[in-house]
């Protein structure tokens, strides 16, 4: 049976070690107190193999979930960072088109609510106003796509220039103008392209549809313990509740797959950095 919250807690799949299969992580997910996990279909040949899951995979996928009572919330769709909307090279293109369609009938199979798109136009490529053109071309493809299968599409807020604010992220949702296309914030990414993050936050509450909890520092993107980063959670965690969001936040972070952690050592990780986020939250995920 599953509670509803106004603030589910989950945890993005990276954070637990690759030599997991989906019912190790499954369990260590939720005995960490997660409420759901974020599947990762990002660049790598590994992982956009999943587009490719068999019926009986997805079906497997499925019945686990069902029977630990646990769910896949949400997809981080990171594999157009390496196959974008944006690519003026027409096969590159091309791939990104399939990765949407069949993302989107894979998150239908699997009961993903929503789809986190990267903001790259294009991330190997050198941008211009004509990857910007054809990243909106794929974008309202995408939407389309989407909207047709009931799916949320969430633009994150990025690692890079491009789109790493929400006054930024606000041109592309005004450009489309669909119930289908809100925005992810990422606290991390936000704090690190503008001094006021907590502004930004306001500016775009009415699109966020989620927020990823990510610790960063100048220059700096990923892999920071919570703590040792410059984002400050406890006025970020504060301005939302001035905003009366309610909806899930995401805790990401990747784990150090040349050590070969235990499933007891793996839950106590993820577990202690959903406290330590607690604590800053207050009793939000209460």
């Known amino acids: 049976m599953y509670i509803l919250k106004n603030n589910p807690i989950g945890i993005y799949e990276k954070a637990i070690p690759n030599i997991y299969d989906w019912a190790a992580k499954i369990k260590i997910a939720?005995?960490?107190?997660?409420?759901?996990i974020e599947i990762s279909v990002d660049e790598s040949d590994e992982r956009l193999r999943r587009l490719e899951w068999s019926k009986?995979?997805?079906?497997?996928i499925r019945k686990l979930l069902n029977e630990n009572e646990f769910y896949i919330n949400s997809m981080c769709l990171s594999g157009h960072r390496k196959y974008p909307f944006g690519s003026?090279?027409?096969?590159?293109r091309a791939r990104a088109y399939s990765i949407m369609e069949k993302a989107i009938e894979l998150a239908m199979d699997l009961g993903i609510r929503n789809i986190q798109l990267a903001g790259y136009d294009v991330y190997y490529e050198k941008a211009d106003e004509e990857t910007k053109a054809l990243f909106i071309e794929g974008l309202r493809f995408a939407v389309k796509k989407a909207s047709s299968a009931n799916i949320m599409l969430s633009i994150e807020i990025m690692d890079t220039e491009f789109i790493g604010t929400i006054t930024r992220c606000m041109e592309y949702i005004n450009i489309i103008n669909s119930p289908w296309l809100q925005i992810y914030p990422d606290f991390g990414n936000l704090s690190q392209w503008t001094k006021t993050p907590e502004e930004e936050l306001e500016k775009g509450i009415n699109h966020i549809v989620g927020i990823?909890?990510?610790?960063t520092k100048p220059g700096i993107f990923k892999c920071i313990p919570f703590g040792e980063g410059t984002v400050d959670f406890v006025k970020l965690f504060k301005k939302?509740?001035?905003?009366?969001f309610q909806g899930p936040f995401l805790v990401e972070m990747w784990a150090d797959n040349s050590i070969c952690n235990s499933i007891e050592e793996s839950i106590a990780i993820?577990?202690?950095a959903k406290d330590w986020l607690i604590e800053k939250a207050g009793k939000r995920f209460d």
């Open 30 to 36: 939720k005995e960490a107190g997660y409420d759901f």
């Open 56 to 60: 009986e995979k997805r079906d497997y």
């Open 88 to 92: 003026k090279n027409d096969i590159i």
């Open 212 to 215: 990823h909890l990510k610790d």
């Open 240 to 244: 939302m509740d001035e905003l009366e």
């Open 270 to 272: 993820i577990k202690e």
